[in-house]
């Protein structure tokens, strides 16, 4: 009696388990991919290559930025992570460390795609000699100056500055333009843009910006202050607009393509921009400098595509990476689009022949850095970081090496967590 | 009619003597004219917000905005209805949560509002300051020990978890309500039930339900407006784009790419998501407000 | 003898709602408290370290920053919202028609989303889509647009405007209902004296309509002291950090910044504030009224 009770509770059990596995198998060929806002639209270009020639489909769901990595490391605590992710790759190093991600140094280190892969990526993506991801839609930082108010400023629009030296020297010619014109701009009070366009110049120049681990140098060399204190004085000289002190973020493009700024810190994202809305628009695009010629940098920016572990799609999921890095994706997917190629030798291909611009950002990609260190976002992004308290601090406060200090003291606190 | 719903707490009827107050005629030009401004002032955002949705997305984008649209159209709502996983996915995602929690307040509430109400039970002080307790507690302090909890018990992107956490938000003024509804009614016809030789569990079904009725009206209104509002829990709890509630959806359709946000579609699911509850109050109106201040005053 | 007065009946019939607080409320509570000394990560691992997350909590600017703006916040928030709810209940207790549609349509956007009101607000306030700018701009307040989300007085008076316009009406009904119980005779007798409007508002409506006064104000101000949403959808927190609130605050370093233990002591810490501010003003309450 007891035991066909067992069994009559049992056997209904088992069925449904079955079920639940068969329609699981059932769904496989849709794999789940999710991708930060701001990165959707070329993400979402990527997919429908993917899934024009692939049986297996890949459905892409925008997460708010600030929201992607929250809901990624809940998720995968929670077992309910995606397939497939592209996020931010600065955070890249937390999740490898947390073990979120899959393993993929067998399939990559084998990979002849992998071999002219971006440097950068290759190094944000690895964590004790292991992948973990490759860079899917890439976004690189430029220096880009109106060659209009070059030409009014009796400057050759040609030739770029060289320097921060002489980026200060050609904005103060601009600045005496007019009361309406401005020599520079930056966003100050935006965290994420100052890393992407301010911290190159000080890389350039040979710094080391942000601490890896509690030991680790942090804002050192010669170049941090030397970057801080010429925006300070190109401040005070009001070259630079008043509301850039208050700006988040919100005029990080707007302010130069409105036309009364000379020179700017952007990203290679504002190229389609300008096509788009500003096709008459006429600027240059050239490399971030340092303290010297010939010194530049860049920072390496945009999503990497990495797969959490435990997803039940995996096979598939890695086969879609492999595809990132294939002739067909890097060309047809991401150069036919005007996006940047995240190999170094497909930088040179039939759609950026003859638009200076666009391999100028692509050498750009090449020279680039990026951070590899943990807490990113406490260090860096957080609206009350060290890294935006010492801008603003030497910048508008005036108070160059105070601002260094104590900014570098925080800083190796965060990384010593 | 218990207590809940006497006239004297109901916003429609309200019922005070006007020589409270009193004064003179101007006087009563004077109140009316304020009344008047008050309604523009209030209904204002809601009312600018609506004709913004019918606005075609350009003209709602345009720089500088105008007051009123000079062409109509629903391109907005289509846009929304369109975003991500579908409008019509978050919608019923939020109607099942809601549902879920009024479900889960009132089989908790009922009971033991009765308990509290009618019985005899030692500690009764303890336990009903201990339900009530909860409500002082902030709720988003408990997100993260609720989360690892509902991490383990595969409960976190389920419509059963969050309703879970909105029950828990919703629960002590629940039973507060329901304790009073119960204490409302007249212990004569309780009396007589048993001299027909009723059971409890029949007292409670046959007698009893008809007469709290109004205070279960009460309890599911505002479960269902907090549940159908609550963002953070949301947020946190419902991490795939198929699982998101309305107003997450919202802060989906707010962030834009490089600050251009679709200010017409945004406008457009601000409007989807009030308009549910606007309509709840306005049908039911007088539960809310009696509820709300047979909550408040005692 | 009621069938009701069996005690285990009673019993039988709390106990679901006594288990569902044990185990989703005070089970965490408890978890909450255990993991505030914990190095515990978001994204897994961690190990006991005692009160170092407290002794860390002390030290945080950051923390102290949001915590004090969310006072200075509950501060400014709280008055306003029971003046104007004040006299809105005053303006609106008599019962023609007129004033009880200003009634409902005052508590109107208090059964409206705090999600969704934000997000109208912030509509209303951008800079160049704004319809409120432009409303100001035409009344000549203003000379052009303005950004209000880029400076933390301007961001708080933004997010105040909007949270007051969201729920005003709550405090109105919660004093209107105090005022209702006012017996009439009490207002009669000194009509009979000759008292003027206000003075019968100073020493009659006010005095005893305090209750529901303070009900409103410990309501409104825990409520404040929790603000989350509106500035999470209004300022993010910008600029540098000077518009988190404490919860906003919890949230960033738990979900964010990845530190769930650091978070939880945030969270504990906020709590007994937060308690011991209510415990103070209904003792305060408890005292003037046996006064």
Redesign the interface.
Known sequence: MRRSKTLAVALPLVAAGLTAMMTTTAFAQNLSMWVRESAADPGQLMVDLWNQTHEAQIELTAIPDNQLVTKLATSVRAGDAPDLISFDLIYMPDFMRAGFLADLTDQLSSDPNYETHVEAYKDIATYEDRIYGVGFTPDVSILVWNKELFREAGLDPDVPPKTIYEIHEMATQIGALGDDTYGFYFAGSCPGCNIFVTSPLMVAGGAHILPRNGEDAALEGEAVRVVLDEYRMMWEEGLIPESAEVDAGENFVSAFTAGNIGIAGSGGFLLSLMERQFPEFDYGVGLLPGLEEGQVSAFVGGDVVAIPTGGANEEVAREFVTWVLSDEAQLEGLAKNAILTTRTDLADNEYFAGNEKVQKTAEALAVGYVPWVFHFADMVNSDSSPWINMLQQAIFDGDVDGAIEEARARMLQIASE | MTEIASPATNIATGATDARVVGGSRSVGYLVGALCLAIIALMLAPLVLSFLASLKPPAEAAAVPPQYLPRSLSLANYQTVANYQAGLWTYVANSLVVATLTILFCLALAVPAGYALARYAIPFKEVFFLLILASMMIPYQAMLTPLYLMFSTLKLTNTHVGLAIVHTILQLPFSVYLMRNSFEGIPRELEEAAVMDGCSSLQILRRVFLPLVLPGMVTVSLFAFIMSWNEFIAALIFMSRETSFTVPVMLTGVSTGIFGVVDWGALQAGVIVSVVPCIGVYLLLQRYYVSGLLSGAVK | M??????Y??????S???L??AV??L???V??VM?SMTSE?????GEFVWFDNYLLAFSDR?FW?SFWFTVRYTLIITPILMVLGFL?A???????A????????????V??????SS??????F?Q????LN?ALVDVGAIEQ?M?W???AHLGMTAVIVSVV?KVVG?GM??M???????S?EI??AS?IDGAT?WQ?VRRI?LPLSA??IL??TL?SA?GS??A??QF??MT???????T?TS?YW???N???????GY??AL??I??VV??AG?ALQIALQRRGESA
Do not use: C
């Open positions: 009621l069938a009701t007065n069996n005690k009946v009673g019993l039988l019939y709390l679901p709602a006594l569902f607080v989703f409320v089970y965490p509570l978890q909450l993991i990560s978001l994204l897994g691992g950051s920053t809105l005053l303006l609106t207790m008599q019962n023609r007129l004033n009880q549609i200003a009634r409902g349509v005052v508590f109107l956007p059964v409206i989303g705090l999600a969704s997000l109208l607000w912030v509509w209303l951008d160049q889509v704004g319809l432009k647009p950004v989300f880029n400076r316009w709550f009904i919660i209107l209902s105090g005022m209702q119980s006012i009439h207002v009669e009509m409007y019968r409506i209750r529901a009900l409103a309501i825990i002291m929790l989350f949403d999470y959808l993010g927190g910008a600029p540098r950090g000077q988190f919860v919890i949230y960033q738990s979900f964010v910044y990845f530190k769930l978070g939880s969270s504990v906020l709590m937060i308690m209510a």
